[in-house]
């Protein structure tokens, strides 16, 4: 039996197992890594890589960041903003908040760091969920603020690496272009404004009806008021001016943002802003584990030929259908999405978009949109908790499979519509 085989049967298994929820999603990530290194997929170093992934290194010091953020009363920056918009005798309720929130988020995206984005609205939430009368609930926001910023980061031809790979890979072909700065959204604005569309209507009531489960206590209690005026004023500045700081090199150093996470937790340590033994302890350690074990088992679905396999079998069943240049810019939207559900959004470009711009060149449709729409498409991804870092983040919250597959499969397919719609007009038109 050939790799790819095996590599399909873990990852079909390890669908199964987070479809039916009987064991801790956390296990299954687990335990689909250690699959792909004792059968020989992986080496132990290439299985257990997650755990020095940049992304890993992120979550872990973002963690840490959060905790100093929250208990010197930089957070509430913002949530004291939001918090007099959402309560007393405002009018506005939870819905509301998710688009004024998803708004922020998906614009920040265009120019930082989603997976930050994420991390640092996710505490403002859990703060916000925490006061007495507030209209906000931690499992209803999780999950379309992490949508909110997967569309930001399809906006301009630097705003994710899976777009900077699809240029890249466009301008090696016989288009000879790269993408125009702007170009991507065409996919990602309609994208961002089905978000609004979407949690302003139906996906809200479905939030709903739907997520009728008990969410897990946040690992990071807010301080108290009293606890946040005993706080001395040099902890705030100092914390808000080394995190100003930290985001600066994020920006424009080119530095890994996990290097830069971990070492700003560990210069607030050093300054007196964070206690390192009770911010470890609150530390969301599961999705940190689980995080660094789905990367390690991305890798598998990659290197087995598993993900290969996907990308062509669903190329495939189209048959001549390939020819037509819309229905090619839709395979390669359905394949980037398909593929990218299961494994890390770059390595599924990597795979994705090569053989998408091949298939473009041998039936003689314009490279461009089709490579656009694979490269974007590995971003619009939102039924799985493991098909990008930030949605693995929101699971904390206890959201089960059926959740992802229901609420975020809904956006994904209205998402793929929108952007087909939206190539159609753009590219073959007029």
Known sequence: MGQDIIGLIILLLALVSYALNKIPMVLTAMLSMLAMYLLGILEFAEAFSGFSNNVTMMVLGMGLIGVALSQNGVMDIVSNKLNKMFSGDSKLGEKQFLLIAGGIIGLASTILNPTLMVMLFLEIVDGMAAREGSPISRKNCYMPMVTASTAGCCFTSISSTTVILASGFLAESSAGRQF???????????????????????????????????????????????????????????????????????????????????????????????????????????????????????????????????ANATANLFGDLASVPIVTCIIALLVANLVSQVMNNSSAAAIVVPIMILMAEHTGVPIAPVALAA??????????PVCAPMYTLASSVGYRFRDYFLVGGVMNLLGIAVSAVSLYVCYFLF
């Open 375 to 384: 490269g974007v498409g590995c971003n619009l991804v939102s039924a799985t």
């Open 180 to 310: 125009g700065f702007f170009e991507p959204m065409i996919i990602g604005l309609p994208y961002f404004l089905m978000y609004f569309l979407y949690y302003g209507t139906f996906g809200y009531r479905m939030e709903q009806k739907l997520f009728n489960f008990t969410e897990n206590a946040p690992t990071i209690v807010p301080a108290s008021a009293e606890e946040k005026a005993a706080v001395p004023k040099w902890k705030f500045t100092a914390t808000l001016v080394i995190f100003v700081i930290a985001i600066g090199f994020m920006i424009f150093s080119g530095l890994q943002l996990g290097a830069i996470a971990v070492t700003t937790a560990a210069v607030m340590a050093i300054c007196g802003c964070l206690d390192i033994r009770k911010a470890i302890s609150k530390v969301k350690w599961e999705t940190v584990i689980m995080v660094a074990c789905a990367l390690g088992f991305a890798k598998g679905v990659d290197k087995s030929g598993a993900g290969l396999l996907i």
